[in-house]
């Protein structure tokens, strides 16, 4: 490869709906570089919303067209040949399914020792999979061939220990937090009356945010329960599935949405209610538009929360709903400080910028 020749970066996904990891893959791959990198993506499961964005922003992205369950040795060979024909100078695997299917594929295409192998962990506990025994399969799998890659990242600092405890042993691993670019989530005055207004909801009406697809460990159930104490805040509910839940009175269920700054920029506080995260995305984009946040102790909340809002314990709606309460109970001037910290804390820290520098500096990395 010519010394001016981008860096060939081959991304090997599960699927390409909207998540979390889906959405920073996405942001890692259209963020603004000074020198730009060859990026392709190849995805397991066909579909999806980022797909569709990747595509039209012109990435190209391939589906190996596997179905949910274990690995289909059939695609593991078709991604084995797509990294003999492309030449991949990376290869940046997410989420396990993917980390099994591209270790496999890159032992069998031959370019060991040509192409550097990252896993990338975005979870930080077993609950996430302890019912689906064909997942654990996989992740057993995986915990014994982790020393194969060049490197594990990890999204979260309690995902690195989790998994070290699960008995992972990479040659080399480290963490890389997610990012958000903070000018596209930002306190918008005229953003909050249009979308307060749109949804029929006074602008003196406290209002709070959680942005989670509808999942056991996201535990909307506690949520909705720590709500039924404070019958004057309304929620919005946004996330895929949420538009399932039962209505209940203040509650907005908004399902998937593609306006999230906009319907942030009306709320009051971001609240994040899981049982199991590795670095939820939702307390970045509430917190950079200026929502200070209330999070269960899960995953690394705690780290990106800091002294701006509160933390409490899992599955808590008397703590949640306290302290939902507190922050929405300080006074004017001590809630704008605290929305300036919090804007602070994630510009300051959790920039788009510094995690795509983190991973374009490993990326481009001499052989070990």
């Known amino acids: 490869m010519s010394a001016d020749a981008p860096l060939k970066v081959m991304h090997v996904i599960t699927g390409l709906h909207t998540g979390g990891a889906e959405r920073m893959l996405e942001r890692l791959i259209l963020a603004r570089r000074e020198r730009p990198l060859d990026f392709r993506v190849v995805t397991l499961l066909p579909g999806g919303a980022v797909f569709d964005n990747l595509v039209a922003a012109g990435i190209v992205v391939t589906t190996l067209g596997m179905r949910r369950g274990f690995p289909d040795p059939r695609g593991v060979f078709r ?19 993917a980390d099994l299917a591209a270790t496999l594929a890159l032992l069998i295409s031959g370019r060991r020792g040509k192409t550097k192998l990252f896993w990338n962990l975005r979870c930080s506990s077993m609950e996430a999979w302890d019912k689906n025994w064909r997942q654990a399969i996989v992740i057993d799998i995986c915990t014994w061939l982790a020393g194969i890659p060049d490197a594990v990242v990890a999204n979260s600092e309690e995902g690195l220990k989790f998994h070290l405890r699960l008995g992972y042993r990479p040659r080399r691993s480290l963490v890389i937090d997610n990012g958000i670019d903070p000018e596209a989530f930002r306190p918008d005055l005229s953003a909050r009356r249009a979308a307060r207004a749109e949804l029929g909801i006074p602008e003196s009406q ?11 460990v996201k535990d909307h159930a506690t949520f909705l329960k720590a709500l039924e104490s404070l019958p004057h805040v309304a929620a919005l509910l946004i996330g895929g599935g949420t538009e399932c839940l039962d209505a209940r009175p203040n509650i907005y269920r908004l399902g998937e949405r593609h306006d999230v700054p906009r319907l942030l ?17 939702s307390l970045l984009e509430g917190m950079a538009a200026g929502l ?23 599955g808590d709606a008397a703590a949640l709903s306290q302290a939902i309460a507190r922050l929405l109970g300080e006074p004017p001037a001590q809630r704008a400080a605290r929305s300036e910290a919090a804007r602070r804390r994630i510009v300051e820290r959790f920039s788009l910028e510094r995690a795509v520098a983190a991973f374009d500096s490993l990326y481009g990395e001499p052989f070990r």
């Open 265 to 281: 920029a009306a709320c009051d506080l971001v609240v994040s209610s899981s049982t199991s995260e590795g670095f939820p995305n």
């Open 292 to 314: 200070p946040a209330v999070a269960t102790d899960a995953g690394d909340s705690r780290r990106i929360v800091g002294d701006t809002g509160l933390i409490v314990p899992v």
């Open 206 to 216: 406290p209002l709070v945010a959680m942005l989670a697809r509808l999942d056991r």
């Open 79 to 97: 991604l084995a040949g797509l990294m003999r024909r492309e030449k991949p100078d990376v290869v940046q695997s997410w989420l396990y399914h």
